[in-house]
């Protein structure tokens, strides 16, 4: 079977050289001389005229057939792949008339900041210098260039894999500055104790030395509800997740149950031998943490002060919280240990000892069933991350400085954690990325008291310089940055007794 003629690239080697060198070996036909084979190799353009060409005149002694197309190189694009044709192609020099749509395109397809691309190599193409291949060639794009919108050759069809047509999206801005501040005379500054939570009715409950103030956000009204006298003092309030009843914990290891609707103390009950430092509710169970290393769970709809006793802590206990399904109770104590706890033992089902400083700051997620988050005093300055699901560490963020509190948002996977020592600042982080949305200063003190709004916009933070501020840091529900009902209508700095 007779080879198909083939024809090489058009270079500054021509073939003419290579067929004059062997032409003494050809046999030429009567009726061709070699005179007219001369004239016909010297023009390569006309060899390939008679091989594409369906008017190419014929040869007397033969005809030339081909099996391959070669399609003419004058109206390729080279540019747009940055290749740079042969020094004889047609189109050298050649300027590129639609400059913006090759841009565009090879933003589109290779990123903004694509380089070269390299073509197939092939054994004809392999003398062709290419740049070496783009980085961003296989990378997620989230996002393209808005301003080339108009001239997108892909129109706004959506379907497009890897290209987004929609507005680049501003990151949300959290004001730096807080909306209100209250003065908050004899506000301890305490690292054990926690002085402030804000109730499902917008009341914010705030112990004040040996007296419990509350603070309508609505109306800006403040309200005396108890005095414990000289001899006491508080050192725990917790708002019932239901109703209006207020749990107080005290100095003398007592805790309290006041109904705030009518300012009335409903009951008084004993059990520890110190002080009361943590209180957590869970639908009629309340959770106490003392500093006599116990915690107890009172059924408030029983007649026994407690119903049961936890034991394993070898220090103060200085953080509770029960998970939104009431099946979890997390503690967090100063012997830097954090334990988890069902509702039918008396001893810890998980043990994390990861923490080396005692462990104040707890919250768990209201959007991932089992995400607990804890975090260390100065000693440790980390928030750590667990799934109690799985009994497994998830994560670990150093902070740098001390962390007094967390609380996550009801609306969005964010939280806010507090801190002390030693910059005294509060900041809002992402979740799982850990990337930091805003860091909120003002205090001058150890931000040691947290509580977040029933709409869950809003916190307030409190501190020993004796200021409570309330900051607008997570977006409603509905993503919109509207500004809630409280205490919009006062601004400004006020005194909350």
């Known amino acids: 079977m007779e080879e198909p003629t083939t024809v090489a690239p058009l270079s500054n080697q021509s073939p003419i050289r290579s067929l004059n060198s062997s032409s003494s070996q050809i046999n030429l036909p009567s009726t061709m001389t070699r005179t007219s084979l001369a004239l016909e190799t010297l023009t390569p353009s006309r060899q390939i005229d008679r091989m594409i060409n369906s008017n190419h005149s014929q040869s007397p002694s033969r005809t030339i057939y081909s099996d391959r197309f070669i399609p003419s190189r004058s109206g390729s694009n080279f540019a747009l792949f940055d290749i740079s044709p042969s020094a004889n192609s047609p189109s050298e020099g050649r300027e590129d008339q639609s400059s913006a749509y090759t841009t565009l395109l090879r933003t589109a397809l290779f990123g903004p900041d694509s380089g070269g691309v390299v073509a197939p190599a092939t054994p004809e193409k392999r003398s062709l210098l290419m740049s070496p291949p783009s980085r961003n060639i296989f990378r997620y794009k989230t996002e393209t260039r808005q301003s080339m919108h108009s001239l997108s050759p892909f129109g706004f069809d959506d379907a497009v894999p890897g290209v987004n047509h929609s507005p680049v999206k501003t990151p949300r801005k959290v004001p730096r500055s807080p909306y209100k501040v209250l003065d908050a005379p004899a506000l301890q500054d305490d690292f054990y104790l926690n002085l402030v939570d804000w109730s499902p009715n917008n009341v914010l409950a705030v112990g004040l030395g040996n007296c419990v103030y509350l603070w309508n956000a609505c ?66 169970m309340l959770s106490s943490g003392s500093r006599d290393k116990s915690i107890l769970l009172r059924d408030i709809r029983a007649q026994e002060d407690f119903v049961s006793k936890l ?24 012997d830097n240990r954090l334990f988890v706890w069902n509702q039918h033992s008396t001893q810890p089902v998980l043990k994390y000892c990861e923490h080396t400083a005692a462990v104040k700051a ?46 996550w948002s009801k609306n969005v996977n964010e939280l806010v954690s507090t801190h002390g020592y030693s910059q005294n600042q509060i900041i809002v982080w992402r979740y799982p990325t850990m990337s930091k949305l805003a860091t909120l200063t003002g205090h001058s003190y150890r931000v040691l008291y947290l509580a977040i709004s029933p709409d869950g916009q809003t916190i307030v933070t409190g501190a020993g310089d004796e200021t409570l501020r309330f900051w607008n840091v997570f977006p409603s529900p509905k993503s919109q940055n509207t500004e809630s009902e409280i205490g919009a209508s006062s601004l400004g700095r006020t005194v909350i007794r």
């Open 219 to 284: 109306s800006s009204k403040v309200t005396k509800l108890c005095d414990l006298g000289m001899d006491d003092s508080v050192c725990s309030v917790g708002w019932a997740q239901r109703g209006t009843h207020l749990a107080v914990g005290t100095s003398k290891g007592k805790v309290q149950i006041w109904d705030a609707s009518r300012c009335r103390k409903v009951r008084n009950m004993e059990g520890h031998r110190l002080r009361v430092g943590a209180l957590a509710w869970s639908s009629t």
């Open 311 to 334: 034991s394993g802590h070898k220090s103060e206990v200085c953080g509770l919280k029960w998970s939104y399904d009431n099946r979890e109770l997390a503690s967090g104590g100063n």
């Open 362 to 407: 707890i919250a768990w997620s209201p959007h991932l069933h089992g995400l607990l988050a804890s975090g260390g005093g100065t000693a440790d300055r980390c928030i750590r991350f667990w799934n109690t699901t799985t009994n497994s560490h998830l994560s670990c963020m150093d902070t740098g400085s001390q962390v007094c509190n967390l609380v």
